[in-house]
C-alpha cells in the first residue's frame, strides 16, 4: 500500500466514525430532529404548499375558488388526541374524522378572471377549513372551520369574502362531512351533533369487562387489522360517537329544523329544493371480527320529515367468510383483462343515482337484461330424438322381464 492509498483510507476511516459519531448523538437525543437544510427547504417551499388550482369555478362563470395552504400541519395538529374504532380514526374531542384535525388549508380567495380582483374570504385566525361548496346563485360559499374542540359551518359573501356563521350548533363530521345547499339558496343541509345527546362514554379506570379476541371456526382468510373493536366500550363509543342529527339550516335567521330521529350516518344527498334526502346509515350488529367499513348499511328516501319513503339498498353485515378460487374467464378477456371471474354484482342494479335538476325523482344507469337464448331447431330435434330412443329402451326392457 502506497502512502497516498494509506492517507485515503485513513481519511474515510475518519470520516466513517465521524458520521457515526454524530448519527450516535441523534439516535441518543430521543427526539425530533431537522433534516438538513437542502431538504427542508424543498419541502418548505412555496412551490410543495402554495400551488394553486383553478378549477373551482362558481356558478356565475366568474369567480374561482382557490385554497390556501399553510404548508406541512404542525405537530399540534398530527399529535391531537383520537381513538381507532374499528379501523376508523375518530378525533373524539372536535367530533370529527381525525384526516379533518391534520388539514392544512387555511383559507380561501375568489378570484374574478374578468377582473383579476382577488377577494380573501375573512376565516376566524387559528382555523383549518374544508368542504367548500358554492350556492347555486353563485353569491355565496359555505364551509366547514375546524376550530379545536368543534367543527362549525360558516357561510361567505363572494363580493366581499365577510364570512358567518350559519349556525351555533357544532357539526358531527365523525363519519360524513358533507353539506348541500338548497336549490334557491336559502338553506344548508348538514349532519349536526344531537342536542340532548348527553356525554361520552368514559372507561372504568378498574377493568369491569374483558378485551374480546374471536376466532372464527375453521380456516378464515382475512387480512390482519390493528385497531377492530375489542370490548363492549368500544362499540358503545363507536355508537355514540358516530350518531348525528340530519337538519336543515337557514341562511339568513340560523334557525334549525331537524330531519327526522338522529342515526349512524354515513351519507347524505338532498334534492334540489331539498325536500328529500337520500340517507345512508350504518346498522347494527357491530363486530370484533371485521372494520367498521364491513359493517351493515341501509339506504333510505327520506322526505323533509324524516320519514323514510323506501329503501334503496341494504347491505348486511360482512362477516368473514371462507372465499373460493376465482373461476378462469374463458378467452382473451380484452385489454387489461386479469383473467379473473368477471364481476357480476351490479350487472342488472342501478347505479349512478343522482337527482334530477327539475325535481321530479332521479335518474340513474341500469344495464339492460342480456336477450334469453333461442333453442336451434336441429337442437330440439336431437332431444326429441333421445328421448323416444331412451323410451323404446325403457320398453324392451320391460318386455325381457315379463318374457322372464
Same mark, same amino acid.
Given at each position: ?34 433534516? &438538513? ?22 356558478? $356565475? ?56 380582483? %382577488? ?43 365577510? =364570512? ?8 358531527? +363530521? ?15 343541509? /348538514? =349532519?349536526?351533533?344531537?342536542? $340532548? ?5 368514559? %372507561?372504568?379506570?378498574? =377493568? ?17 387489522? %390493528? ?19 340530519? /337538519?336543515?339550516? $337557514? ?18 344527498? +338532498? ?19 371485521? &372494520? ?30 371462507? %372465499?373460493? &378460487? ?19 354484482? /351490479? /350487472? ?51 318386455? =325381457?322381464?315379463?318374457?322372464?
Amino acid at each position: 500500500m502506497t502512502r497516498q492509498s494509506r492517507i485515503v483510507s485513513l481519511a474515510l476511516i475518519l470520516l466513517t466514525c465521524g458520521g457515526l459519531k454524530a448519527q450516535n448523538v441523534v439516535l441518543g437525543a430521543e427526539d425530533f430532529v431537522t433534516p &438538513p437544510k437542502e431538504i427542508s427547504d424543498v419541502l418548505l417551499s412555496d412551490a410543495m404548499h402554495n400551488r394553486e388550482s383553478y378549477s373551482n369555478l362558481g356558478p $356565475d362563470s366568474e369567480h374561482l375558488l382557490i385554497a390556501k395552504s399553510m404548508g406541512m400541519p404542525p405537530l399540534a395538529l398530527v399529535g391531537r388526541p383520537y381513538v381507532n374504532l374499528g379501523e376508523t380514526s375518530i378525533d373524539h374531542i372536535a367530533n370529527r374524522s381525525r384526516s379533518l384535525s391534520m388539514g392544512s388549508t387555511v383559507g380561501y380567495d375568489l378570484v374574478s378572471w374578468k377582473t383579476g380582483d %382577488r377577494v380573501s374570504v375573512q376565516v376566524p385566525d387559528g382555523i383549518t377549513v374544508s368542504g367548500a361548496q358554492w350556492s347555486p346563485c353563485g353569491k355565496f360559499v359555505a364551509f366547514l372551520g375546524h376550530h379545536a374542540e368543534a367543527t362549525r359551518l360558516y357561510t361567505a359573501e363572494v363580493k366581499s369574502g365577510e =364570512a358567518h356563521l350559519a349556525t351555533e350548533r357544532s357539526l358531527n +363530521a365523525c363519519l360524513t362531512s358533507s353539506i348541500a345547499w338548497s336549490g334557491d339558496s336559502t338553506r344548508l343541509i /348538514a =349532519a349536526l351533533i344531537p342536542e $340532548d345527546r348527553g356525554p361520552m362514554p368514559t %372507561r372504568n379506570p378498574v =377493568a369491569r369487562e374483558p378485551s374480546v379476541w374471536i376466532s372464527h371456526e375453521g380456516e378464515t382468510p382475512t387480512r390482519t387489522y %390493528r385497531f377492530l373493536l375489542k370490548t363492549p366500550y368500544d362499540k358503545q363509543l363507536l355508537e355514540y360517537l358516530s350518531t348525528s342529527q340530519l /337538519a336543515s339550516i $337557514d341562511v339568513s335567521s340560523g334557525e334549525v329544523t331537524p330531519i327526522g330521529n338522529p342515526g349512524m350516518i354515513t351519507k347524505f344527498d +338532498a334534492s334540489p329544493d331539498a325536500s328529500y334526502f337520500r340517507v345512508t346509515t350504518m346498522q347494527k350488529p357491530f363486530s370484533y371480527f371485521v &372494520p367498521r367499513s364491513q359493517f351493515g348499511t341501509r339506504e333510505e328516501t327520506w322526505d323533509s320529515q324524516g320519514k323514510a319513503l323506501n329503501t334503496m339498498s341494504e347491505r348486511k353485515f360482512r362477516d368473514l367468510q371462507k %372465499r373460493n &378460487p376465482p373461476a378462469t374467464r374463458q378467452g382473451g378477456g380484452g385489454r387489461g383483462s386479469s383473467g379473473s371471474q368477471p364481476q357480476t354484482g /351490479a /350487472a342488472s342494479g342501478k347505479r349512478s343515482l343522482s337527482w334530477r335538476p327539475d325535481g321530479q325523482g332521479m335518474s340513474f344507469l341500469q344495464r339492460e337484461p342480456e336477450p334469453k337464448k333461442e333453442e336451434k331447431k336441429d337442437d330440439a330435434k336431437k332431444d326429441d330424438a333421445k328421448k323416444d330412443d331412451a323410451k323404446k329402451d325403457d320398453a324392451k326392457k320391460d318386455d =325381457a322381464k315379463k318374457d322372464d
